[in-house]
């Protein structure tokens, strides 16, 4: 039986690798003693599958993981206690809103998600002049950026992974540097466009303060949904700006 | 201070270090009634946060009403360099509060090279670096941990030094520290303070001391007032058995070095190894009780999640009933998920492998011995009494059970040592991989080298090391003689860097000023390889008119005032100069806590005792010194009815 687990990562927590918060996960199921399935062989790990990297310094109100549980025992847990369960064991910041049963044969989290959606602050920028910049991307046919793969230098289109973008307002009064807030919806396929990489595709690039990931989004059946499944347990409003 | 990090913490590599939240963590209180200590580790945190000894302080202190306690580390260059430009200071990693919150910075200093991390860490928590300039309004800058065995070299900088373990002491100064902040800290009172620190035993206040020199040789170190002692005593708790600490190890989000559970079987050491003096300055032997350490161990996995547990001391495989301990370990957690037990410091003998295959059912990849020295006459010399065979048949057992790739560790620049024992290295290392042909197709041996360095309270503590023209010498004899043998990989460290430790460890008051002068000149994370830098040293003692060679190479003699002769780690100065011509003389000693006692003072001089739980000595011998121990008396008490020590000479 496989589960898919709904977390935020949020605050000084934020500070933290992927990798940093993969090795808490497999540590707090260990102590939650979930039967958790393992991979054969001489070093046996957990089967537990994490979704999209987030980068160390950006916060998240949607993160994914999938975990194997062994039968029978795994139909035994009680998925919704587990939130409760596990938020103590996690840092503080990370904090479980929802576990829902997924099917096996569904595709992997890397795979299914296409695009996140992303609150960015922009240091030194009124609402006003950030709103004329980003009228100046969306009219844009093309925005070229060259990157270096494999020593080789690559150009690359970035527009056509910018699916939305809109300026949200000023600045919370506790952002630690003043500024405007952009809301963007980034593509992760083909291509996968960062927030950073956007914020350089401006003229002049723009600062990049405090980066929330507000959404992750699976396209399925042409319908545009988040990676857990309609039937679960309600989440809390999200992606209202940067509180 | 977290509104004001934050954005800094944006532009720095690995920030993880710098956010706390690891669990176990506390988030204590403050008031002005609390003595506020900030423990400080003068290295990265990856560095720091295992270290044992601030974890057991950080519990003891945050369980006391009068004490609350909170942690930090050498921030890296990067964020060094953002907190200066912006004027921010030092802070804590529990609740991010800036140094000058805080009434104590102590440090634990286990590596001399970090010395100007320490000086770079007083002044970024906005403290004169020298103790002398300090006020009433600046806190209390300290030191304990293995280095302090010699703290003269850093003496101008400290206020206060613990010699020995810190579970008691911690408590003793507290209480002084908080008679001092209820009485306001006016002006004059700092004198006052230190001097009342100086009563505690195990406390050494340098600023109470006057050096004497005669031209280049140091005469005495005396006190300036007569109520504060001549001679400082460490402090040795008598039992661990009343510190089951730490209870709440810290369980980093971060990866750091040793990042397992780790629970200490017992502290001190006799097998005498005669350059090591984590050895010589933690005696006696005292051994936790099974019962606990089962009980730590099972509780510790269950909290922290961790899948890895470290057995830690000196020489684990000396613990009392290893056996049945691995065993019951083993066996208590074969039902939940796999747990892997590790003994960080493995015996050379069959008998240490065999509990290695039975620890590690997983993942056997590389397993690491320590001879020390090629030759059995060197070994003698340095009294490692590890016969060939005894390597031959651990390195064979290691192979025979799954083992690839064995390391070995050596020292070089030994006391007596003659090209024929480093040459014996190679012999060994081949000779070893020999072994290995038998059970896999391609073995590999790696010889790890090391320079030796003199250190306080040894033996050797007399013996000239050697030059680094003569260490690079012997690594290159030893390079050319194993370079045509397949399987054998030789690998060593920076004699250079090996030089300035050797400085900083057996250095005398006079280095303050050259340690300053590095620092001042940006020389911190001196033991980072990619940044130490030897002229910055060079320059610095040739600008004070020090002699590198005098400090480091020279032999010193008998009637010499060494630098830290006003301090005590227990052992008599008479029982280590017999000791050094004992070595010379390549003669061994045996474990003492199976022969007669030799009287080295660790236990008589503060009427305590081994506390072993065993009256015979570990299965598998008394590492190759050969003798029938069983019949001999045994000068130690047994577990459960150790003596009640006579702790009144604290108090």
Not at chain 2, 78 to 86: Q, V
Not at chain 2, 281 to 309: F, H, N, S
Not at chain 2, 608 to 634: F, K, M
């Amino acid at each position: 039986m496989r589960i898919r687990i709904r977390y935020r990562k949020l605050g000084k927590v934020r500070f933290t690798s992927h990798r940093d918060i993969a090795r808490c996960w497999e540590r707090a199921l260990r102590r939650a003693e979930l039967p958790v399935a393992s991979t054969e062989g001489f070093s046996p790990r957990p089967k537990v599958h994490f979704g999209l990297a987030l980068s160390t310094g950006h916060e998240s109100l949607g993160e994914y993981l999938d975990v194997d549980l062994i039968e029978p025992a795994g139909s035994t847990v009680d998925l919704e206690a587990l939130p409760e369960r596990l938020s103590p064991l996690l840092p503080p910041g990370i904090d479980v809103e929802a576990v829902v049963p997924v099917d096996r044969s569904e595709a992997s989290l890397q795979e299914a998600v296409t695009s996140c959606t992303w609150v960015i602050e922009v240091p030194g920028q009124s609402p006003e002049a950030l709103t004329a910049a980003v009228d100046t991307i969306l009219a844009a046919t093309e925005l070229p950026v060259v990157r270096e793969r494999k020593g080789k230098k690559v150009s690359d289109d970035l527009r056509p992974g910018i699916l939305e973008l809109s300026v949200l307002g000023a600045t919370p009064p506790d952002a630690p540097e003043q500024g405007a807030v952009l809301e963007a919806r980034l593509a992760t396929q083909p291509r996968s466009v960062r927030p950073a990489e956007l914020l350089a595709a401006f003229d002049p690039p723009l600062e990049e303060g405090r980066v929330r990931r507000t959404h992750q989004w699976i396209t399925s059946d042409g319908a545009t949904r988040e990676p857990l499944s309609p039937g679960a347990p309600s989440l809390a409003p999200a992606g209202a700006g940067v509180p | 201070m977290w509104p004001q990090l934050e954005p800094l913490l944006a532009k720095v590599a690995k920030p993880a270090r710098y956010i706390g939240l690891e669990d176990g963590a506390q988030r204590p209180h403050h008031s002005p009634e609390k003595v506020a200590w900030l423990l400080a580790y003068p290295d990265t945190y990856e560095i720091g946060l295992p270290n044992q000894g601030l974890q057991i302080l950080y519990e003891i202190l945050n369980e006391r009403p009068d004490a609350v306690a909170e942690r930090t580390y050498a921030p890296w260059v990067d964020l060094e360099e953002l907190l200066r430009a912006r004027g921010l200071p030092l802070f804590s990693l529990d609740t991010h509060r800036p140094a000058s919150d805080f009434d104590v910075l102590g440090f634990n200093l286990s590596a001399e090279l970090t010395y100007t991390n320490l000086l770079n860490m007083v002044d970024l928590a906005g403290v004169p670096v020298r103790a002398a300039d300090r006020r009433p309004e600046h806190l209390l800058v300290a030191a304990g941990g293995h280095c302090t065995y010699n703290p003269e070299p850093i003496a101008d900088f400290l206020d206060f030094v613990v010699l020995g373990d810190g579970e008691e002491i911690v408590a003793e100064i507290t209480e002084v520290i908080a008679a001092w902040k209820a009485s306001g800290r006016t002006e004059g009172s700092r004198e006052h303070v230190l001097r009342e620190l100086s009563h505690i035993s195990g406390v050494y206040v340098p600023s109470m001391y006057e050096c004497t020199y005669s031209g280049a040789d140091l005469v005495a170190v005396t006190p300036r007032y007569p109520d504060v002692p001549e001679r400082v005593e460490k402090r040795t708790v008598p039992d661990l058995a009343d510190f089951p600490y730490p209870k709440n190890q810290l369980v980093p989000i971060t990866e750091v070095v040793h990042d397992r559970l780790n629970v200490e079987v017992f502290r001190g050491c006799t097998r005498g190894c005669r350059f090591c003096q984590a050895g010589m300055i933690t005696r006696p032997v005292r051994e936790r009780p099974a019962e606990q350490v089962r009980t730590m161990v099972a509780e510790g996995l269950k909290r922290t999640g961790y899948d890895e547990v470290a057995l830690t001391s000196l020489s684990t495989a000396d613990y009392s009933g290893i056996e049945s301990l691995v065993g019951d370990i083993v066996q208590s957690t074969d039902d939940g998920p796999p747990v892997s037990v590790s003994l960080p410091s493995l015996r050379v003998d069959a008998f240490g492998v065999g509990i290695a295959t039975q620890l590690q059912r997983a993942r056997r990849t590389g397993l690491t011995f320590a001879p020390e020295a090629g030759t059995w006459r060197m070994r003698q010399v340095i009294n490692k009494l590890i016969r060939e065979q005894d390597l031959y048949s651990a390195v064979d057992a290691a192979y025979a059970n799954g083992w690839r790739r064995v390391k070995l560790y050596f020292l070089t620049g030994l006391p007596t040592e003659t090209d024929a024992d480093t040459l014996g290295i190679g012999d060994l290392a081949r000779n070893c991989v020999e072994l290995g042909k038998a059970h896999t197709k391609s073995p590999s041996v790696t010889v790890s080298l090391g320079g030796f360095v003199p250190k306080p309270f040894t033996p050797f503590q007399w013996f000239g090391q050697n030059t680094v023209e003569e260490l690079r010498r012997k690594i290159n004899l030893l390079r050319d003689d194993t370079r045509r043998s397949h399987g054998v990989n030789v690998k060593w460290h920076d004699p250079k860097a090996t030089q300035i430790e050797g400085l900083a460890s057996r250095g005398d008051r006079r280095l303050g000023p050259v340690i300053e002068e590095v620092w001042r000149r940006g020389g911190t994370f001196q033991e980072w390889s990619e940044k130490f830098d030897l002229a910055l040293w060079q320059e610095a003692m040739a600008n004070h008119g020090l002699d590198l060679d005098w400090y480091v190479h020279r032999h010193r003699t008998e009637d010499e005032v060494l630098p830290w002769d006003h301090l005590s780690a227990g052992l008599h100065k008479d029982f280590l100069w017999q000791d050094w011509r004992d070595a010379l003389a390549e003669v061994g000693l045996p474990d003492c806590r199976w022969t007669p006692c030799y009287d080295c003072g660790a236990c008589t001089g503060y009427s305590i005792e081994h506390i072993v739980a065993s009256a015979v000595p570990p299965a598998g011998g008394s590492q190759g010194t050969g003798q029938d121990l069983t019949s001999s008396p045994v000068p130690v008490t047994l577990l459960g009815r150790a003596p009640q020590p006579a702790t009144g000479a604290a108090r």
